[in-house]
């Protein structure tokens, strides 16, 4: 029995998710949050083994969670499902510990052939993603601005683009408001970048936010 464990915001797709899982004899939810912050405290109560994340949620998000699920969870699988293609953030959450990445126009089959796969301690790399992968190791030193930055300047990065403060930053992720000052500078060098409205505009080029 694989234990599944469901993070998204709407009720009606963690409904959909769970009523979908019913008809497959093998997976069990074990339990729902509707943010990254309630994905923690949901991996704490409960033994799960494939955790079904959505990326854009209010307060924390699934990208703010992922690496303190990971330091929570080391052995769980973690699935992202996300309504943002792939080529927007697969790579770079694949990298930062997630075990695959599928898109929310995806076929419910696959998501069940997901769950499956990762639950074996494998990753599930769709043949999209492995194109990606492919890219990235074939461009290297090419790679787009936000690539380079670490997991927290991403993080920090997605954040100021949105139009959040330092404090609000700085309480969403525990970190004091000159740490959060210290990663706005240094990702706003490695981007090239000198006013918050330029994130904005790069992140909305890009399409990293809606």
Do not use: W
């Amino acid at each position: 029995m694989i234990k599944v464990g469901i993070v998204d915001d709407h009720a009606i797709v963690r409904s959909g998710l769970r009523q979908f899982f019913a008809d497959h004899i093998d997976l069990r939810v074990v339990g729902e949050a509707a943010s990254g912050r309630e994905a923690i405290d949901l991996v704490r109560k409960e033994e799960i083994d494939v955790l079904i994340m959505d990326l854009s949620m209010p307060g924390q998000s699934g990208i703010d969670a992922l690496a303190m699920l990971r330091a929570k969870a080391p052995d769980m699988g973690i699935l992202v499902l996300s309504g943002y293609p792939e080529a927007h953030y697969a790579v770079q959450l694949i990298r930062q510990g997630a075990s695959g990445y599928l898109n929310k126009d995806c076929e419910p089959l696959e998501i069940v052939d997901a769950v499956r796969t990762i639950a074996l301690g494998k990753r599930y790399i769709t043949p999209t993603v492995a194109e990606l992968l492919a890219q990235q190791l074939g461009k290297k030193g090419s790679s787009a601005p936000h690539e380079e930055l670490s997991e927290r300047e991403f993080q920090v990065f997605l954040k100021l683009a949105k139009g959040e403060t330092a404090s609000q930053i700085a309480d969403e992720l525990s970190l004091s408001v000159k740490t959060v000052s210290t990663y706005r500078t240094r990702l706003m060098e490695k981007m090239g970048l000198s006013s918050n409205s330029d994130l904005t505009y790069y992140a909305l080029k890009q399409q990293l936010i809606d």
